[in-house]
T-cell receptor, first 114, second 119 residues
Framework: AQSVSQHNHHVILSEAASLELGCNYSYGGTVNLFWYVQYPGQHLQLLLK??????LVKGIKGFEAEFIKSKFSFNLRKPSVQWSDTAEYFC????????????FGTGTRLQVTL | GAVVSQHPSRVICKSGTSVKIECRSL??????MFWYRQFPKQSLMLMAT?????????EQGVEKDKFLINHASLTLSTLTVTSAHPEDSSFYIC???????????????FGPGTRLTVL
């Protein structure tokens, strides 16, 4: 079974700082990778996803993530965070090729200060 | 994107009572719905997967007799927590997926969650 680990549990940044959230997964086969965001009091929303092709994926709100197969990683990045990016971020993985279930990481709480 | 609603958003009940949570896909037909449980500062743990018209598939360690799932239509799934106890207090989130085409991936859309507190 696959598993996902997010090493940063709580990150505090000032506005305009650059962001990188780590995500590593364990599964030997081909995977599909996702980042979700949960703003305070709101439901989970998809930020971006990787299926195949260019390992650098661009998502909404200026976020991007890079799939590095050799490192089993899918880190999320944003060059300049805003106060409105304050939220919980979840990395998720599923086996490719089937409509299988998502496995979520434990989440990273991002707090952006003014 | 597609919208998934949950009702109620929060519920408080006495120990020993049963609570029903509804999950609806508002603008699409959801052939598959998922129920998750989220503990404070922890990840979403999948409880069960339900396909319309068939029995739910429960994850290991989830009591099917305690967490009854019904997916009677393409837009509605219910989770009933039977004989609830304080340890069942949690945040329950549903997710719905539309089956479209031959893509191996169909995005899951998440509901806003239901906060259950059992006294």
């Amino acid at each position: 079974a696959q598993s996902v680990s997010q090493h940063n549990h709580h990150v505090i940044l000032s506005e305009a700082a650059s962001l990188e959230l780590g995500c590593n997964y364990s599964y030997g086969g081909t995977v599909n990778l996702f980042w979700y965001v949960q703003y305070p009091g709101q439901h989970l929303q998809l930020l971006l996803k990787y299926f195949s092709g260019d390992p650098l994926v661009k998502g909404i709100k200026g976020f991007e993530a890079e799939f590095i197969k050799s490192k089993f990683s899918f880190n999320l990045r944003k060059p300049s965070v805003q106060w409105s990016d304050t939220a919980e971020y979840f990395c998720a993985v599923k086996r490719a090729g089937t409509a299988s279930k998502l496995t979520f990481g434990t989440g990273t709480r991002l707090q952006v200060t003014l | 994107g597609a919208v998934v609603s949950q009702h109620p958003s929060r519920v408080i009940c006495k120990s020993g009572t049963s609570v029903k949570i509804e999950c609806r896909s508002l603008d699409f037909q959801a052939t598959t719905m998922f129920w998750y449980r989220q503990f404070p500062k922890q990840s979403l743990m999948l409880m069960a997967t339900s396909n319309e018209g068939s029995k739910a598939t429960y994850e290991q360690g989830v009591e099917k007799d305690k967490f009854l799932i019904n997916h009677a239509s393409l837009t509605l799934s219910t989770l009933t927590v039977t004989s609830a106890h304080p340890e069942d207090s949690s945040f329950y989130i549903c997710s719905a997926r539309q089956l479209a085409g031959l893509s191996s991936y169909n995005e899951q859309f998440f509901g806003p969650g239901t906060r259950l507190t059992v006294l």
